[in-house]
């Protein structure tokens, strides 16, 4: 079978299935009719079938004809695909990747894997949205954001999750308290509270936490940025928090300490990495794809 799809066969087919005339075929082809007939009759040898009906006024797809010559058509634009493919692989296109991240993630863990990956490949061009975890699958789903991180609760519906990795909540606090190794959450709850609003996970868990404990304690600000609690910390105004993966943290800056909080009622969250369900992705997706599974997988060892 392989002599018959890949030789030179497929475009005489194509044409005298387009022509319905191997005559017409053979002079848009330069090739005299007889040899275009050759192979004609050489191939339906091969397959134990008829390719064509021969009428006296021309010739006629046959059913397995038609099944063929849709396949071979199929394969010939796979193949198309893959060159294309291969080309931005080389190099020689830029590609392009858009990615979809709640914004816990910007002080730990995406700046090592992005920083990585752009190393790799400064050619393609990366789009970060920067939103809040409930839209990430959306935007995913929607064919907006080509992959997406997400620390909303399973099952995700609509994607697929390709990792998971643990982030840890720690008290964000001035490094004052540097000489300790961790605090209770009265400790924690002793200052006023930055919080960060609904739109984080982060408020879900110490509204929780607090709740268990029975602990009071006085909301200083909402906010739905973590990077302005982060610096009003510094500023000695209050405490706040912030989920870290151990493995891909920096750590919280000049001025600023993490410690993990004692208590009951604090858990761990799952960050999900995921991909559309039933929309194949671009060569650049699929290497972002494949970097970022890499990278969590080397975390999580």
Known sequence: MDRVFFTRFFRYMDEIARLGSIRQASEVLNVSASAVDKQLLKAELDLGLKLFE???RGVRLTSAGELILYR???WQKDLQTVSAEIEELKGLRRGEVRIAV???TVTSFLPQVLSSFLREHPKINTTVKVVDSEQVRQMVIDGDMDLGLTFSPRPLPGVLILRELSFKIFALMPDTNVQRKSVTLDQ??????????GTSHLRDIL???AARAGVDFQQALTA?????????VREGVGHSAVLTCANAFSGAGEGLTTLPIRGAGISDLELSLIAPRDRATGLAGLLATRHFESFIDTLSV
């Open 102 to 104: 709640p914004q816990e």
């Open 72 to 74: 071979m058509r199929g």
């Open 224 to 232: 739905n940025n973590l990077e302005l609690l982060r610096q009003l």
């Open 207 to 209: 509204d929780i936490a």
């Open 188 to 197: 924690f709850f002793s200052r006023p509270i930055l919080m960060p609003d």
């Open 54 to 56: 021969r009428h006296p």
